[in-house]
Structure formats: C-alpha cells, structure tokens
C-alpha cells in the first residue's frame, strides 16, 4: 500500500535534541588563617550553576560553591573555620546530538546527578596550606525545535461522529450503579 503526500502532516515541536554527561574531579587549594595541625571537617555548601549552548557539539555550565574547612590549629589547642568561595566552568561534550533542528534558539537543562562533594581534604607538604580534592557530576539536555512527519488516518474526516468503539472510554457510573456497591465486601477473620 503506498501513502501520498496528503496522508502526512509535519508538525513543528519542540524536543531534545542533544545530551550529554560529564563527570569532573577537581583539586582547590584554600589559605586558613593560622597554620593547620589537623582537619576536623569538610563540607561544600550552597552550590549555584547555570548552563548554556556553548558550540554545536557542548553545553558549558558555571557554578559556584563553598567550600567550608574546620580544622585545628596552635598545636591542636584551637579551632576555626574557613570558608571559600570557589567558581568552575565545566565543559560537557554532547554525546547524543539531532542535527535536525530548525533554528539556532535552544533551551538548556542541566541536572545535578552528584552535588560537588568533597573527597579528600589534607593539609599540604609545606604544611600552611590545605588542599580539598571535589568531585560533581552534570547531564545536560538541549532543547530546540523540530519538525515531525505524521501519517493521517485517511479514513478519518474532520467533525466526524466519534466512532462507536469509542463509547467504551466515556461509560461512567451512574447514581443507581453506586448505590448498588457493597462497601462491606471484604470481610474482617474473627
């Protein structure tokens, strides 16, 4: 059976048109204000980003976060924290990409699938300084507008009556039907 061009509409929508994944591991370095003995603790809080088209093939997303450092100092005789303010930019290759789209205006989502958490945190060699190693990791979806080629049911008319097999969906219960429910049906072991 061969189809004419009148059984096909295009429809114009928007779908993903791009993905990607990227896994980043990276080393901070943070000046305390007194020379460390030990770390007591390290957490990354407040975790900003954003994300844009950056080429045909990657999304860049810039963030920020805090990295916040408790750690004892003065022979382990005294504590503080330090906190630091660190920004990145992260380049995620596009690993799934539809060359398809009609226009260059797309939307970008990226999603955090691992926060920026710290791994290691140390006092360097030179004993002044401490370096925190953070992993994070994004996936990053594009989105753009496409075309979509549809078959039509050319047995379908425009205003036509629904046909009667599609009566079954649109039964409802009637007032009569729920009065004769037995709400009791499950019966309680003695």
Same mark, same amino acid.
């Given at each position: 059976?061969?189809?004419?061009?009148?059984?096909?509409?295009?429809?114009?929508?928007?779908?993903?048109?791009?993905?990607?994944?990227?896994?980043?591991?990276?080393?901070?370095?943070?000046?305390?204000?007194?020379?460390?003995?030990?770390?007591?603790? %390290?957490?990354?809080?407040?975790?900003?980003?954003?994300?844009?088209?950056?080429?045909?093939?990657?999304?860049?997303?810039?963030?920020?976060?805090?990295?916040?450092?408790?750690?004892?100092?003065?022979?382990?005789?005294?504590?503080?924290?330090?906190?630091?303010?660190?920004?990145? %930019?992260?380049?995620?290759?596009?690993?799934?990409?539809?060359?398809?789209?009609?226009?260059?205006?797309?939307?970008?989502?990226?999603?955090?699938?691992?926060?920026?958490?710290?791994?290691? %945190?140390?006092?360097?060699?030179?004993?002044?300084?401490?370096?925190?190693?953070?992993?994070?990791?994004?996936?990053?979806?594009?989105?753009?507008?496409?075309?979509?080629?549809?078959?039509?049911?050319?047995?379908?008319?425009?205003?036509?009556?629904?046909?009667?097999?599609?009566?079954?969906?649109?039964?409802?219960?009637?007032?009569?039907?729920?009065?004769?429910?037995?709400?009791?049906?499950?019966?309680?072991?003695?």
């Amino acid at each position: 059976m061969s189809f004419l061009k009148k059984d096909y509409r295009e429809i114009i929508t928007k779908a993903i048109c791009g993905k990607g994944r990227k896994f980043t591991q990276e080393s901070h370095t943070v000046n305390p204000s007194h020379r460390p003995s030990s770390i007591l603790g %390290c957490w990354v809080i407040n975790h900003l980003y954003h994300a844009k088209k950056k080429s045909a093939d990657t999304v860049e997303v810039n963030g920020s976060y805090e990295i916040n450092i408790w750690y004892s100092y003065n022979d382990n005789t005294k504590t503080e924290v330090v906190t630091e303010r660190v920004t990145y %930019c992260d380049v995620v290759p596009l690993a799934v990409k539809d060359e398809n789209c009609l226009d260059d205006d797309f939307d970008v989502i990226a999603k955090v699938l691992q926060q920026p958490n710290c791994l290691e %945190c140390k006092i360097d060699k030179k004993g002044n300084k401490i370096t925190v190693e953070i992993e994070r990791e994004f996936v990053v979806q594009v989105i753009g507008e496409t075309k979509l080629r549809v078959k039509v049911d050319p047995n379908w008319e425009a205003g036509a009556e629904e046909d009667e097999d599609d009566e079954i969906w649109h039964d409802h219960v009637t007032d009569d039907e729920l009065e004769d429910v037995d709400v009791d049906f499950v019966k309680q072991k003695d």
